[in-house]
C-alpha cells in the first residue's frame, strides 16, 4: 500500500521561503519518478515540478519556475519542494505525487496522491 506524507506547510510572510516534504512508503521510491501539485480554493488544481528517478525535472508550470526548486532524496525517501521569495498568490494545498515509472509523466498520469499541505502567505 502506498502512502505519502507531505509536512511543513506553514503561513508565512510575502517574500519568504519555506520548504515542503514528502515521505513516500510502499514503493520503489527509487525508481518513481515524484511531483508536486497545487490547489487554491475556487481553482484546478495545479501541477508544479517532476523529478525522474536520477533527479531530472520536468516543469509542468512556468508560473513559479525559478522560484521553486523541486529535489529529492532517494535515502530517505523522500522528496522536496523549496520555493522562495513566496507571495500571496501560491497560498494554496500542496500534494505530492508519485508516478507509475521511472520517468515524469504528464500532469495527469499520476495515481498515487497525499493529502496535501496547507502554505498560506500573507502580504
Known amino acids: 500500500q502506498v502512502k505519502i506524507v507531505e509536512s511543513g506547510g506553514v503561513s508565512v510572510q510575502a517574500g519568504g521561503s519555506l520548504t515542503l516534504s514528502c515521505t513516500v512508503s510502499?514503493?520503489?521510491?527509487?525508481?518513481?519518478?515524484m511531483a508536486w501539485f497545487r490547489q487554491a480554493p475556487g481553482k484546478e488544481r495545479e501541477g508544479l515540478q517532476c523529478?525522474?528517478?536520477?533527479?531530472?525535472?520536468?516543469h509542468y508550470s512556468h508560473h513559479e519556475q525559478g522560484r521553486f526548486t523541486i529535489s529529492r532524496d532517494n535515502a530517505k525517501n523522500t522528496v522536496y519542494l523549496q520555493m522562495d521569495n513566496l507571495a500571496p498568490g501560491d497560498s494554496a494545498m500542496y500534494y505530492c505525487?508519485?508516478?507509475?515509472?521511472?520517468?515524469?509523466?504528464?500532469?495527469?498520469?499520476?495515481?498515487?496522491w497525499g493529502r496535501g499541505t496547507q502554505v498560506t502567505v500573507s502580504s
Open positions: 505525487a508519485a508516478g507509475s515509472s521511472y520517468v515524469c509523466p504528464a500532469p495527469y498520469g499520476f495515481n498515487n
Open positions: 510502499g514503493l520503489t521510491f527509487a525508481h518513481t519518478a
Open positions: 523529478i525522474s528517478w536520477n533527479g531530472g525535472i520536468d
